[in-house]
C-alpha cells in the first residue's frame, strides 16, 4: 500500500526515541531495527545530504525533508507536525500528515487489507483483535477508534 523510506539519521532517531522516551529494552530496539533491514532494504535512502540546505523547515528536521526530496517522496508520516510547517514543504510538493490520518487514509483505501494486517499483529502477538486495537488507541486514537466501530469490536482489559 506504500513505500516506506528512511535514512540512517531517521533510523537512529527512531533507536533513540525508542529507547529513551519509550523505555523500549536495548534487545527490543535491536530486533526493531533487524526487522526494519531485514523486511525494507529498498527503504534506505541515501546521498540526501547535498539537498539539506535547501531545506526551510525545522533545522532539526532538515535531513528528514531532504530524505523525502531525494527519493521523490509525496508525503511525510510524523507524529512531529510542527517542524514541517507546509509552507516549508509545498515547493517542493510533499505534505506531512499524523500517522493516524496516514492510517485512515489506507483503511478508506482498502480496509480489507488493514484489518488482515492488524489481524496478522495479534496473531504474531497471541492476543486478540480489540487488544490490538486498544493498545493502538494510545498513540493512534482516531485511526484505532475508526477500525473498532466499523468492525464492531469492543476494547478488551
Known sequence: MFLPRWSEEILAEVARTQQDKLNWPKELVESFREAIDEHFPEALVKAYERLIPLCENDPKDRHVLATAIHCQAQTIVTFNLRDFR???????????????????????????YVVAKLEEISERRKTSLGHTLAALKRSIPTFAALVMEELGVGEEP
Open 86 to 112: 507546509q509552507a516549508a514543504l509545498e515547493s517542493w510538493h510533499i505534505s506531512a500528515v499524523h500517522p493516524g490520518e496516514y492510517l485512515c487514509t489506507l483503511y478508506d483505501h482498502d480496509s480489507g
